[in-house]
């Protein structure tokens, strides 16, 4: 597992998950209810191990990033089935896995989609990566590169606070359905 770490303000802690079975990327963010603080991210890498211990290394390590960060609630992306249904049975076991060690902890898990990533980061539901990772950066003012797992993690993360704030914004205004 690898890990960038920095300081952050108090606020709502979110774990953002971009589940894979030979990659997970994790990201937190702390929300203070006007922005956005970027506290960490990383990658569990476990390429050369068997299926089922990948599952475990998943659940083990992302329950290891729950405890040392205490995130309030965590967001996952939503299975993208592409022509392989094989890869696609392994990565829903694989955010099974990162969904178990969220839940175990009872952490409030809420669900993404790809497009609704993108939606809430570029405006677009079909957005390409490097415009979402360059959403990310701006975002967070973070400088420098992101892995590429690491950095669709923290957009689930911003996704969710994008989503939950503005859901609270509108309870604010009368409901607003």
Do not use: W
Request: aromatic share 4%; hydrophobic share 40%.
């Amino acid at each position: 597992m690898t890990a960038v770490t920095g300081t952050t303000p108090t606020g709502q802690r979110v774990l953002g998950v971009d589940p894979g079975s030979r990659i997970t990327g994790f990201g937190i963010i702390d929300f203070d209810g006007r922005q956005s603080h970027y506290v960490t991210s990383g990658v569990i890498r476990m390429e050369e191990q068997a299926f089922p211990e990948r599952l475990r290394a998943i659940f083990d390590r992302l329950g290891e990033v729950i405890a040392a960060h205490q995130p309030a609630v965590a967001a996952v992306e939503q299975v993208f089935v592409r022509r392989n249904p094989d890869s696609a049975l392994k990565l829903g076991q694989a955010r099974g896995a990162a969904i178990c060690a969220c839940l175990s902890r009872d952490i409030e898990l809420s669900e993404y989609t790809a497009s609704a990533i993108k939606q809430a980061l570029t405006g677009t539901g079909g957005a390409g990566k490097d415009q979402v990772q360059h959403m990310v950066r701006m975002l967070l003012t973070l400088s420098g590169s992101l892995r590429e797992d690491a950095s669709d993690a923290l957009a689930v993360a911003l996704c969710h606070i994008n989503r939950h704030h503005m859901d609270r914004a509108l309870a604010r205004q009368g409901g607003g359905a």
